[in-house]
């Protein structure tokens, strides 16, 4: 057999890619240098799979912000407001990832979504009534060129029509139907030059598919590829999914012409049962996805080999795949030099995952491979029992009840008597809780990490910049103030550090846009709560104000989304022990005079099956009961406010209202507010802050443009329903630009009440 893989982290072993990017973004080097940078990387993941003797190594996988953003502009979809900049191509390229606001003009980025389900955020191109798709950019063939120069012959790898079809946003009256022409002509055109080039085969990622299809999805996508198969030119065509299974249009895509069908079997939960039942095509490769592309744990080498040789015995063609693109994963193991190798033993990173190709291709093509080392190793690993049980957690999860889940008095009796409790004005203003996280915090953080200062210094620190972020607010004129998370390293790895049950890495890097880097946690074991986690810096910071200072928690959905978990058990019970511990820091935070605490659940959407008939009860039932158990124990006067990152909310905006917090702030400004018609539509019953500006982007919002939002959303929100804050937190933007953009906020929203008499 033999072995191939999806795709590859691209920020490189120390995330060389993500500083270079923000050198040339800061004006430090040029844009040779960046472009040298990306080069070098490039040789070296190609060289590192043809060494670990991968046979089919993907090209054009790599990209400077987003793949599907690099498909658009390899189709000329350039929105005019970014050509009318003048720019170069590169920083055109990236004014619609970041915006742009400079000499040459004033513009948003483009909207972002999450990536199917996972943390990774794609940029959504954007269609209008005049674009014309066409092949524009050279970028593939550059790719492919360069890795044959580097000794490498790879496998070009392009998001395929339909799925970029269906993730494109239509600004106007014409459809992904009325580019059929344009973008198949397009995609043979590629072929063509790939055939010139004299490339073997083509891959083409339609991850789309395994989301749920009507029929008219199914016959757009037949008759796409029927036009586009019909001028291979003797180029192979790879057909890759993955991110589940293809039950809706398996048997058309085994009728099209592809040379290979890529199917994971991973989170593919039919996938097998597709081809026992259905057969697979005698003239096709199947590019079997068993090697987990999203989790870091050791393959299961007993359980990969029975797969593989129940489909061998049934004389189909395979090769051994990843069941995704690596980028989903850190790069390596080797620079993880504190990590015990009690626990190492079970990781595979990016580089491993390699490996395990390897020995698991070494395994199938050996007869008496029980006795291999490499075999006999891996079964020794499975059948060892691991560290982490917890007696006392499990049964407190087994004990929960319906009443746990339940915050009394309903929603309609709080909000009621928490407008008599706070007497904020209409229309408070707030953040969503950080600020920026500027050389000196890092530099602090690092030494006390360290040991290099006392305890007593680190917190003389922390609470020097508490003080100076609160008197800030004040004077900025903010109505509910955060005490600005200095002390957190991340959202989620701080508070896994204050818990049991958890490990940590320290160079464990993972893409989750553009040049932002997260390094998830590792659910290791059972989970409790060590200690307080942020009661005293919460406590210290409203000791200072007379204004309302918010708890800031992480809630256990998002904890858990944004960790590796465990395999061992199910999603459902580690979310309820992260939300047993969660709640005791709630209580805590409300015994020690924290009136209003926000429990963010950025990644609630992350984990959602990408088939409605699984949302509920495979997810939803017990994702939000764990966010309920979080805060069901306050009482009526505490405030409980959540937050959620760039998702698709319209489609769950009921489960979401059923939370039961009462304030709920959304990412939306990228999607133009969009998500207001829902709201309306739904009459959705929770207080809410939409986002009147993105902070994702180092743009300043002028207070025109904030007056245009609040007026947007007064259209379709209530007054007295209504927050105004930014989209997200501020830990990523400088100082200037955030203390500008919260006076335009305040400035805005205080212009706003006085037109309208609030």
Not at 34 to 52: F, G, P, S, V
Not at 306 to 335: M, R
């Amino acid at each position: 057999m033999q072995t191939s893989v999806i795709g590859f982290p691209r920020i490189g072993t120390l995330r060389e890619l993500k500083f270079a990017s923000e050198k040339y973004f800061r004006g430090e080097i040029s844009s040779q240098e960046l472009l040298d940078t990306a080069k070098n990387l490039r040789k070296i993941h190609w060289t590192t799979q043809k060494n670990e003797g991968i046979d089919f190594i993907p090209s054009n996988d790599f990209s400077f912000y987003d793949t599907l953003l690099d498909t658009a502009a390899a189709l000329g979809i350039v929105p005019r407001r970014y050509k009318e900049l003048n720019l170069s191509g590169l920083d055109t390229y990236f004014a619609m990832a970041r915006g742009y606001q400079g000499e040459s003009g004033d513009v948003k980025a483009l909207a972002m979504k999450k990536w199917f389900n996972t943390n990774y955020h794609y940029m959504v191109p954007e269609i209008d009534d005049n674009t014309v798709l066409k092949l524009s950019d050279n970028k593939p063939f550059e790719l492919f060129t360069e890795a044959l120069d580097n000794g490498v012959k790879t496998t070009p790898v392009i998001i395929g029509p339909y799925t970029f079809l269906e993730l494109a946003r239509y600004i106007g009256t014409k459809t992904k139907e009325n580019f059929f022409g344009n973008i198949t002509d397009a995609y043979i055109q590629i072929i063509g030059k790939f055939v010139t080039l004299g490339a073997e085969w083509l891959q083409l990622d339609e991850p789309c598919l395994v989301k749920d299809m009507s029929r008219e999805n199914i016959e757009f996508f037949n008759s796409l590829y029927t036009k586009i198969l019909e001028n291979k030119n003797g180029l192979k065509i790879r057909l890759q999914t993955y991110f589940g299974d293809v039950r809706d249009c398996y048997k058309e895509i085994c009728a099209l012409d592809f040379d290979g069908i890529g199917l994971d079997f991973i989170e593919g939960k039919k996938t097998h049962e597709l081809i026992e039942k259905n057969g697979f095509p005698c003239d096709k490769v199947l590019f079997a996805g068993v090697v987990n592309g999203k989790n870091i744990w050791r393959n299961n080498y007993e359980k990969t080999v029975e797969l593989l040789k129940n489909l061998q015995n049934k004389s189909i063609n395979t090769v051994i795949n990843t069941s995704c693109s690596l980028l989903h994963i850190p790069y390596t193991l080797k620079n993880e030099v504190k990590l015990s190798d009690t626990y190492k033993k079970h990781f595979s990173y990016a580089s491993e995952k390699l490996v395990e190709l390897n020995e698991i291709k070494k395994i199938i093509e050996t007869e008496d491979y029980c006795n291999l080392p490499e075999y006999t190793a891996n079964i020794k690993l499975f059948s060892e029992e691991r560290s982490g049980c917890n007696t006392n957690v499990k049964e407190k999860v087994n004990a929960l009840s319906e009443k746990d889940f339940t915050r009394l008095p309903v929603f309609t009796e709080r909000e009621k008597i928490q407008k008599e409790e706070f007497k904020l004005p209409l229309l408070p203003t707030t953040t969503i809780g950080s600020f920026p996280q500027t050389s000196d915090v890092r530099q602090t953080r690092a030494s006390y990490k360290k040991a290099n200062i006392s305890e007593t210094d680190y917190e003389k620190f922390m609470k020097s910049k508490i003080a100076e972020c609160i008197e800030l607010q004040e004077n900025i004129g903010l109505d509910v103030l955060v005490h600005g998370e200095f002390e957190r390293n991340d959202m989620v790895e701080y508070f896994g550090e204050c818990l049991d049950g958890y490990i940590f890495t320290e160079k464990a890097w993972v893409q989750s846009y553009g040049t932002r880097c997260v390094k998830p946690p590792i659910v290791w074991g059972d989970i409790s709560r060590a200690k307080p986690m942020t009661v005293k810096w919460s406590t210290y910071a409203q000791s200072l104000t007379e204004k309302p200072v918010k708890g800031m928690l992480t809630g256990p959905v998002t904890i858990l989304n944004w960790s590796f978990p465990r395999e061992d058990i199910s999603l459902k019970e580690s979310a309820y022990q992260i939300a047993l511990a969660i709640r005791e820091e709630v209580l805590d935070l409300e015994a020690s005079g924290i009136k209003i605490i926000q429990i963010d659940e950025a990644a609630l959407r992350e984990k959602l099956p990408l088939r409605k008939c699984d949302w509920n009860k495979e997810y939803l039932d017990w994702a939000i009961k764990a966010f309920r158990l979080v805060h069901s124990g306050v009482k009526s006067e505490t405030q409980i406010h959540t937050h959620m990152c760039y998702s698709e909310f319209a489609d769950i905006i009921e489960d979401i209202d059923n939370m039961d917090a009462d304030v709920i702030t959304f990412e939306a400004s990228r999607s133009d507010l969009t998500l207001l018609d829902v709201l309306k539509a739904k009459k959705f019953r929770t207080e809410v802050g939409p986002g009147v500006y993105d902070i994702h982007s180092p743009r300043i919002p002028t207070v025109e443009e904030i007056k245009s939002a609040i007026n947007k959303m007064l259209s379709k929100v209530s007054y007295n329903k209504l927050w105004i804050n930014p989209d997200c937190g501020l830990k990523t933007r400088g100082n200037e630009e955030t203390v500008q953009s919260l006076k335009n906020l305040v400035k805005a929203t205080k212009e706003i009440r006085e037109e309208n008499n609030l």
